[in-house]
């Protein structure tokens, strides 16, 4: 038997690994494509968003909070928080709190003293602080309207603010006019973000800390000092008024009441007195001698008793013995 020693002359038998290997790269290749466009296909809305929907980079509408489907590579999501409440700080940032629950500023640097000084309409100058909060009302707006709303909203916030301060003074910025400064401002900002239609609503505008400058803040605490004890003057002197004048009002309308009383008495006197005087005349016309006689007694009745004793004679008697007087006082 011959032995095949030659390589050429032995038979060779195809191999079918390698195609198996390329089969299995295959499958994983697909399996991966479909999960990754699974993955594209579907999208989660959360309660507090809305999704926007762009088609080949147009616009198509607006999805609701939930689950939904989009057409791979043709259509894409963008996620608005239309219920979140957004917040911007002016003249002061916030870091955040300590492990103690204690919120901490950052420091005052060359922007933030831009962002809050500002000039009121009595030519003085304030150090406001204030944050605005605010809401996306309208998603398409806040996406392709304006390129960008933080910053369009700093520069129309800090307008408005400077706008009011600037109809304002000094004295109804730091105290009394807060409210209405930031009321005013709030107003004139939604106007401005409508405007420009920057798709927000404003929530709510509040200054949080208005003061004079650094330099100039000693002077000021003098002044409102010296404002302080003058309002207190005119309170106290207010309260002395209202004290006094009433008290002299009551005194006053006393002396009027008794006025009043005794000329309503001294007329009804007069009046009796005219009366009775009248009751006599007729009584007189009715009997003249009788009446004179009277009136005469009765006058008399009254004057001799303040006269003392009287010893009445006729001037025609002669030779009366004179008489001790036994009944004056001490027995003599």
Known sequence: MAKANNPEDVTKVPSTGGTSKLGIVSCIVLALLVLYTGCETYYQVEPDEVGIILRLGKYVETSTPGPHFLIPYIETVQK????????????????????YGHTSYAAGSKQLLQESLMLTGDLNVANVEWIIQYKIKDPYQYLFKVRNVEGTLRVLSET???????????????TTGRQKVALEAKEHLQKLADKYECGVDIQQLVLQDVNPPDRVKPSFNEVNQAIQEKERSINEAQA????????????????????????????????????????????YKAAPEITRRR?????????LPKAGSKIIVDENSKGMTPFVQLSGKGGN
């Open 80 to 99: 608005v928080p239309t219920q979140r409440q957004m917040k911007l700080e002016f003249g002061f940032r916030t870091r955040g709190e300590d492990e």
């Open 160 to 174: 408005s603010m400077r706008l009011v301060v600037g109809d304002h003074s000094v004295n109804e910025v730091l």
């Open 240 to 283: 002395e008024m209202n004290k006094e004048i009433p008290l002299a009002r009551g005194q006053a309308e006393q002396l009027v009441s008794r006025a009043e009383g005794y000329a309503v008495a001294r007329i009804n006197r007069a009046k009796g007195d005219a009366e009775k005087f009248l009751a006599v005349y007729e009584a």
């Open 295 to 303: 009136m005469y007694l009765e006058t008399m009745a009254k004057i």
